[in-house]
């Protein structure tokens, strides 16, 4: 293949990567890039409820309608991040709770309003909610957080079926972090499936986020996870991969970078049920790992000029 979007037509799996709506805008390199590489985006930050609701009742659309409006042009389908978290919420709604000003039974209705609006907006132009993120902690027990201290774990169920009103058509997903290795996690996220499943609550995917580090041994068993979730008629993602590696740079990391890469691909093609390969940012120009993790970065598929790294060699050469 010659780039990634040929990749994606020989493979029939979709491609992605996050988006940085900043660099979307002021560079051209980097939308020339996106467009050229990538069938499939993700909102890095953009869909995210305190970049959409910085203010209770003011809504901020322009950047996520940017995105939308970018992949259209450019035939990208795109999926949605995210409906809720722990993470990124808007001040207003975390103070507001914690001063006591907004009880649960308000917390309820703010939630719901707000997945309603999101979705809605976008009806029919997302193929793929993230609805709820990261909800299981690494021990294996129900994310400590606001939703589950005042609504309690009925959240999952409902966040799953407000979405699903307000766009029938949408793919609703559960996406998670460490989940492609970590026991306890990954046995409370199968069991929350099932619990939905038997319940008829519209979910119809399982997000593997897929943020790896090539100090850390692969996750051997990634495809085995992947497919233990298709066996509950899930299809699979991989939603937000990039591998990291401690600076400085050198061959010897950036081979062992692109074999991760190589088989996080190859896993998803043994699992049928596994329909997109999305990673988090494609330039160590524009990506989150030096500012979260100290010392580590270059987790991407080029490096700060654009120039391919063995990694997306690597991909490439998958057939
Ligand atoms: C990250 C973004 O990349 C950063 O720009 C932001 O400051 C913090 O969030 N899991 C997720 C993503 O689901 O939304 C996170 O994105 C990375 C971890």
Redesign the pocket.
Known sequence: AKDLRQLSQQLHIKIGS?VDIASLRDEPMYRKTLNREFNHVTA??AM?WESVEPERGVYTWDDADALVENARRNHQQIRG??LL?H??LPAWLTSGVEDGSIDATELREILRDHITTQVRRYKGKIRAW?VV??VVEEDGSMRQSIWLTHLGPGYIADAFRWAHKADPHAKLFI?D?NLEWNAPKIETTLNIVKDLKAERVPIHGIGF?G?LGIQYDYPGDWANVMQRFADLGLEVAVT?LDVRMVLPVTPEKLATQADYYRRALTDCLSVRACRELTV?GFTDLHS?VP??FDGEGAATLMDENYAPKPAYKALLSVK
């Open positions: 996050a890095e930050n995210k991040h995210t978290w993470n990124q993230d993120n990261e996406n972090y986020q943020h937000e988090w989150w500012g979260w």
